[in-house]
């Protein structure tokens, strides 16, 4: 890391977000001697007159607000159940402190906050609205591309939604919630047109009961849609399809209903353009949500062996992926009365998608030298079945009854047609897995600071695993001949059944408490048998290259955490401690093992002034081996890759630091953020490689002292004088470990990546807008020499409207892949054109799409790992033309 340049950039921010700070007025509010918390505080210029700033009053009734001007204004103070209050001022060059006490009276509801008639969004305590019109360009057709166009929020490519570097929990529709974390479903499926609000919650509590109660620092999105748009039946169909050459195309179909009582969201798509239809099913499938009262289970499923996914690099997934998805999806929510909610899911999704590589593998470690070359065309085709139900009872106002289960049936099947080094094979694997997960949740609210929530989780998950491959190469590793194939079967089975319950309080000053008390029992099942098959003869299994484990493991664990607000600090030490006993068995040898786990942590919060804060976390972990760390024997991750665990149970421990600072939100003129921290492992995995050409052997060994660093950095400032918003990221890690190569020994490995990327978009109120940007990224591995990789890219995106409902849209990338192998860098280039033409009396668009223009077939990606440098070559989709058409009703 380059300390130089880190310090700089602490210091600019920290200047320039002081040079921002202007005086205050400060103070408290009290009634009969008591703070009073959430009391809105309001400066104007007089009575009447527009806004010039708010604030909120803290748990121990303290305010503070900045003050830009000087002279008379007039503070107002209100708060629920209070009379307001106003009070004259004189500001000066000074800060002000005024001190008021409120008398009890007055409304029961406070109005939201209009900051500015003619900004696009209006602020509430927790809420930012904003008007979905305001960002439009006329390109938009999901909800994802208007999604895109609103300056703080961060859309990934794989569709998760960030505000800095925090993914929203879900994206709602008239405040109820179909997907969860599986968002993507609607948003990049969901048509732009009845669109009127998207609000941003902040503070967000998946659990009624826990709204005002729980530390909650979660967002969620919520849609709002346009009045005629309510309570009756709208949705969009749309067609789009290559009239010459290959039929590439995209259909999709919605229909919804998101009425007071019941809502209903239906979906049918399919393509093969290369749009993953369902990017998103891994979310609704596995409960991720760790930090929130009630949570129990997040996490568990079977460990994943095998995955024949090619790894892509930082590229428009898109372009290489030959595919054929189908999508068919219904969705529910039902009030059959007003204490029960009803919530129902399901979908179907055939697919088939195709990835063609090559690649070149390079080692060169000391006297370890040798290329491997592989040609590959993958093909996978899934079938996946899966549904979803919630019940929600309300057994009175304080106590709320949940149950939510879900049922999946998840099969896959993979071929692999291979050349290795000239020669050819074909690769199969198959896997027929089922899930089904249940939960049942009780909460009640003793009052209004304090709730009880308790819960019980069931999981059952079968993920069995056939794989083959028709070419033995692996006669130098088992010295056996006349081998026609090998096959590997895998049995992957886990029963969990957890109970947790919560108790959390919040204090009329502010204060925060949670306690839980959590019991989980896990019963994990592994085998894995290779066999190197012969025509006529039986198979060989070869000893070392079998597992048969079953791993038991409950533990019973307590956490604990307060937080305690004082002024503009506020401090949440946190303890979590469990005691576990595992029984691990092993064809036959069995181990029991006792042990306990403490993971203690404090974290800050320091307001420093009104829009910056300094953040920071120190943490200790200890955390036990899981079932692939403790597998004695090797088993196949496909083709030439063989891995094993270590021999015994262990416990890894670690610290984390991470240290934050923020000037600003995401509607801000200027808003920074930058984090520092660094993760130092006293115990950690590193790999035993035994490398041949044919063959790599990994075993796991255990090895104390790694450290690992990083740093990030992203400003969004809107510049006035270009009408837009300019955006900065810089980001670097580096890494200390220790890896061993048989023949070669223990090498010392040092790690450093660093990235930086500018981009600006223009918020121009004239027919023309463009989106550009630049961004590099740079790898270094250092060890007995320092490979060096260093890749661009950089975009220019045009929108053109030419009135009259017709529109125009120019996408260009480049990219440059870093240079060696004696593969010279090169530079790819990549332009897609769009045309559109919105028909609104017949609530129609046309679009006219060109594809890969410039007819770029392929790409090489450049890769260094620390035992490896490789060039891969993907086979892109060619240029098309497509002519489509998108009714909405």
């Not at 095998?306 to 999806?329: A, C, E, G, Q, V």
């Not at 590589?357 to 996978?380: A, G, K, M, P, V």
């Not at 890219?793 to 409902?805: D, Q, R």
């Not at 223009?853 to 990606?861: A, D, E, M, S, V």
Request: glycine share 8%; aromatic share 12%; hydrophobic share 35%.
């Amino acid at each position: 890391m380059n300390k130089c340049l880190l310090f700089l950039i602490c210091g600019l921010c920290i200047l320039f977000s002081r040079a921002q700070a202007q005086v205050s007025v400060q103070g408290e509010v009290t009634s009969n001697g008591q703070p009073v918390g959430s009391a809105r505080v309001e400066l104007r210029l007089s009575k009447g007159a527009g806004l010039l700033g708010y604030t909120f009053t803290d748990g121990a009734g303290r305010y503070r607000l900045a003050v830009k001007q000087q002279g008379t204004q007039i503070l107002y103070f209100q708060a629920l159940s209070y009379v307001p209050v106003e009070r004259t001022i004189d500001i000066g060059t000074t800060d002000t402190t005024v001190n008021v006490q409120l008398i009890a009276g007055g409304v029961e509801r406070l109005a939201e906050v209009l900051v500015h008639a003619k900004r696009p969004y209006r602020l509430g305590r927790d809420t930012i609205e904003l008007s979905a019109k305001s960002f439009l360009q006329g390109d938009e057709r999901t909800v994802e591309d208007l999604l895109k166009k609103i300056p703080g929020l961060n859309v990934g490519t794989d569709g998760s939604i960030k505000i800095g570097n925090k993914e929203v929990e879900k994206v709602m529709v008239e405040g109820d919630d179909l997907f969860e974390k599986g968002y993507r479903l609607l948003t990049q499926n969901m048509s732009v047109q009845p669109v009127d609000k998207i609000q941003i919650l902040q503070r967000y509590s998946n659990n009624k009961h826990l709204k005002g109660v729980e530390n909650s620092d979660k967002i969620a999105l919520n849609i709002q849609l346009k009045a005629d748009s309510r309570n009756q039946w709208v949705g969009s169909a749309a067609v789009s399809a290559a009239p010459v050459g290959k039929q590439y195309y995209q259909a999709s179909a919605s229909l919804m209903n998101f009425g007071k009582k019941n809502k209903y969201y239906l979906l049918g798509a399919a393509n093969n353009n290369g749009f993953d239809a369902v990017s998103s099913i891994n979310h609704l499938l596995y409960p991720n949500q760790t930090d929130e009262p009630g949570q129990i289970g997040a996490g568990v499923v079977t460990p994943t062996l095998i995955d024949n996914m090619p790894d892509f690099p930082d590229f428009d997934y898109k372009r290489t992926n030959f595919n054929r998805d189908k999508l068919l999806s219904f969705n529910t929510i039902l009030n059959p009365t007003k204490k029960l909610k009803v919530k129902w899911l399901g979908f179907i999704n055939p697919t088939k998608k195709s990835f063609y590589r090559n690649s070149i593998q390079d080692y060169h470690i000391e006297d370890l030298q040798f290329t491997n070359t592989e040609n590959y065309e993958f093909n996978r085709n899934i079938n996946n079945y899966f549904s979803k139900w919630e019940l929600q009872y309300d057994l009175n106002q304080k106590s709320t009854l949940t149950y939510s289960g879900n049922l999946g049936s998840l099969h896959k099947q993979d071929v692999g047609n291979l050349s290795f080094n000239g020669i050819g094979s074909t690769e199969l694997t198959a896997s027929k897995g089922n899930l089904t997960n249940h939960n049942m949740s009780y909460t009640h609210k003793f009052s209004e600071r304090d709730v009880l929530v308790s819960s019980a989780r069931w999981i059952r998950q079968r993920s069995p695993v056939d794989y083959s491959i028709d070419q033995y190469y692996y006669e130098d590793l088992f010295q056996v001949g006349d081998i026609a194939a090998v096959t590997q079967h895998i049995e992957n089975k886990l029963d969990y059944i957890g109970f947790t319950s919560h108790y959390v309080r919040r204090s009329k000053n502010g204060n925060f408490m949670e306690v839980a008390l959590l019991n989980e029992y896990k019963v994990q099942q592994l085998e894995t048998e290779l066999a190197l098959n012969r025509e006529n003869d039986p198979p060989v299994h070869p000893v070392g290259f079998s597992n048969q484990i079953d791993l038991r493991t409950n533990q019973m664990g307590i956490i604990a955490k307060y937080s305690i607000k004082h002024g503009k600090w506020e401090w949440t030490p946190k303890l979590q401690a469990w005691y576990l006993h595992s029984s691990l068995d092993r064809a036959g040898n069995s181990q029991n093992r006792n042990n306990g786990l403490i993971s203690p942590s404090i974290s800050g919060k320091w307001m420093i002034y009104p829009k910056g804060k300094l953040e920071g976390q120190l943490s200790f972990q200890q955390k036990n081996t899981e079932l692939v760390d403790v597998t004695s024997n090797y088993y196949s991750t496909g083709l030439r890759s063989f891995v094993k665990g270590l021999d015994n149970m262990a416990t890894l421990s670690s610290s984390d630091g991470l240290l934050t600072y923020t000037h600003g939100s995401m509607m801000d003129k200027f808003y920074a953020n930058l984090s520092i921290g660094y993760t130092s492992m006293f115990d950690y995995f590193s790999n035993q490689n035994d490398i041949g050409v044919n063959y790599n052997l990994s075993e796991k060994i255990l090895l104390k002292d790694r450290k690992d660093r990083f740093y990030k950095l992203q400003l969004n400032y809107y510049l006035k004088t270009l009408n837009g918003n300019i955006r900065l990221d810089i980001g670097g890690n580096s890494s200390a470990y220790q890896a061993t190569v048989v023949g070669v020994g223990a090498r010392q490995i040092r790690l450093f990546s660093q990235e930086y990327a500018l981009s600006f978009r223009s918020a121009w109120k004239s027919r023309l807008n463009i989106y550009t940007g630049y961004s590099v990224q740079s790898t270094a591995y250092t060890s007995e020499r320092k490979d060096q990789l260093k890749n661009t890219k950089a975009f220019m995106n045009v929108f053109l409207n030419m009135g009259k409902g017709l529109q125009a849209s120019l996408k260009n990338e480049s990219y440059r892949f870093g240079d060696f192998l004696g593969t010279d860098a090169k530079t790819y280039y990549f332009s897609d054109f769009a045309v559109f033409y919105d028909a609104k009396k017949i609530k129609t668009r046309f679009d006219i799409t060109a594809k890969n223009i410039l007819n770029t077939r392929q790409f090489r990606n450049a890769v260094v790992t620390d035992t490896y440098r490789s060039i891969t070559e993907y086979r892109l989709l060619p240029r098309y033309i497509a002519i489509g058409a998108e009714y909405s009703f």
